[in-house]
């Protein structure tokens, strides 16, 4: 089996035209429409053609519960990722071109909230963050990487998890400063009986 | 400032005939000048769970060998929810390969110990004396102290002893130092009876005499304090009559308990106690009974392996009632061995911490606690304080350059202007068994006025 080199993908994306990062078409605005990159690409694999009501994730929020925002986001990430897939290790590719739509459909999961498309353009550590999930979602990896190395460099760059940690320590650190402010009053105040010395 | 509360907030169920015994109490002629009031603070809900406390106490009296049972849920929602432990990692199934933790984890990130979500409103902060190394403000709610009371009737009971809370004074503590809180309080615990606490030092009351006045008129059902304030209480020779004696904080050595028992004709019980956790074993001459059934008691050796039942080692405890502060594997730095008999557990040689007074420099005798509370303010992790038999004074602790003059200027206010005394930095040798002793003499039976 072969493998992409991630230095050639990390590339591309850092030359991605800057069209695929304008507004996404959008209930009659935006300039950029994915539901057509998405054809496009699923076709430029060898993948059966999209169906019509198969492209409605690209044609604003995935439900009401998606903001506006995160919708664009998406929607532009969805947009670099066909981007990336019409590289010609992608050409022709039929036992890929499943994952690929099932990714570009729903593989974003929390990440359009927290990562711009722009900064994985413009930001060589979310160019190969949005390069590897890729990978990851094809069930491939970078050329001369074994799966563990893989996964490992993935995990140190996932901003998802990057967040969910730094959210755990802001909330640790809120919740030492409200301890001891509470410790520091409550120790100014009168206090139950102790009914021994220890 | 602080804001004074009324007793109806120092009891949240006050009854009219406790309210009088506080007044009783208060206002006799006799009575010391009480610098401070406090309560129990225990609500209806509290009250509630401090009576299954105690029938938990009654019914698990006997400890079978290995884990006890509730062992593993309670660390393993530790592990999840309390951030000190959380981040340190590891599995409650793996109980004892788990690292044992000490008082300087307490001391540098005491709200790490506190578990996620634990609301803050009825939280209390209690600040040791540091008799045993740094000061240390451990956190707890209100029916951490009648828990206290629950363990202490049931150490009681099985000495003989029936606690029975009564209209009157149920506990008396009395202290000898030179500053103490001193007050009039109670227990709903034991059905308003009441608690009071008094300095035997002069003045604090209007007349020297007032002290055997006002203690037989408490008349209480048990005596507790420690072994100094034994030792003057013997020397007033007020005639009580109390139930037991209950001697805390400082070792009580076979002598001075003998003199006790025969002077008030009562048990004498010798309760091994910690801030950490309260009171963990009682012994009335013997072995150290332990008595909590939520305790897991431990010996364990340097490496923090558990050591089996008759070796030595140092007593580590997991659990407890306080949940600003669920301990696991918490080495507590006293030494002893572990014996079974009949399914209870027994501290065996328990090294408790031997009282020191010291010979000031102007023939004045200090209690070690005046030492240690006086110092609290540096707030060192560690120090030991010896007395030579020249009556010299050795000073030894981690950092001695950053806190020379302080100390010396606060040793001399307690010891006397002139103490000869050198100050060096603490040696590993001045770690005994990993615990620093802080509080030595050998001056042979100190004499001179205590104030």
Known sequence: ?198 | MMAALTDAERFPLLTPALAKTLKTYREHPAAPRFNYACGDRLTAEGLKRVRAFEAQVKKRRSSPKGLPPWIEEKVDEWLKKVPFYRQRGGRAKDFETLPAIGREDLLATPWAFVPDGRALDDLMVYETTGTTGAPLGVMYHPEVPSMYLVLLRSALKAAGVELKGRPGVALLLVGAQEKALTFVSGSTYLDGAGYVKVNLKPSDWRRPEDRATYLSFCSPEVVTGDPVAFQELLDLKVPLRPKALVSTSLALTAGLRKKLESTFHCPVLDVYSMTECRPLAASTGGDFEIIPPDVHVEILDDRGRPLPDGRRGEVAITGGRNDFLPLIRYRTGDHAAMVRRGGRRFLKGLEGRAPVVYLGSDGRRVPSIDIARALGPLALSHYVLHQRADGSFLFKCPNPADHRSALRALLEKKLGSKIRLSVEKLAEEDRRGGKVIPHRSDVKNPRGPLW
Not at chain 1, 7 to 14: D, G, I, K, V, Y
Not at chain 1, 127 to 132: D, G, K, Q
Not at chain 1, 165 to 185: D, F, G, I, Y
């Open chain 1, 1 to 198: 089996m072969t493998f992409p080199a991630l230095p050639l993908l990390t590339r591309r994306l850092a030359a991605c035209p800057p069209a695929f990062l304008e507004a996404p078409r959008w209930e009659g605005s935006g300039s950029l429409n994915v539901a057509a990159l998405v054809y496009d690409t699923l076709d430029f694999m060898g993948g059966p053609p999209a169906a019509t009501t198969a492209l409605a994730p690209y044609l604003g929020p995935l439900e009401k519960m998606e903001k506006p925002s995160t919708a664009q986001e998406r929607l532009r990430l969805t947009a670099l990722a066909c981007w990336l897939l019409n590289d010609s290790f992608f050409r022709d590719r039929p036992d890929l071109a499943p994952a690929a739509e099932e990714f570009l459909r729903s593989g974003w999961g929390e990440l359009p909230s927290i990562l711009k498309a722009r900064d994985a353009v413009a930001v060589p550590e979310r160019r190969e963050e949005l390069a590897r999930r890729l990978l990851k979602a094809l069930d491939l990896r970078p050329e001369g990487e074994t799966p563990a190395q893989a996964e490992d460099r993935l995990g140190a760059l996932d901003s998802v998890e990057l967040r969910r940690v730094m959210e755990a320590s802001r909330q640790a650190q809120e919740r030492a400063k409200s301890v001891l402010e509470a410790m520091r009053k409550k120790a100014a105040q009168e206090a139950a009986a102790q009914y021994g010395r220890e």
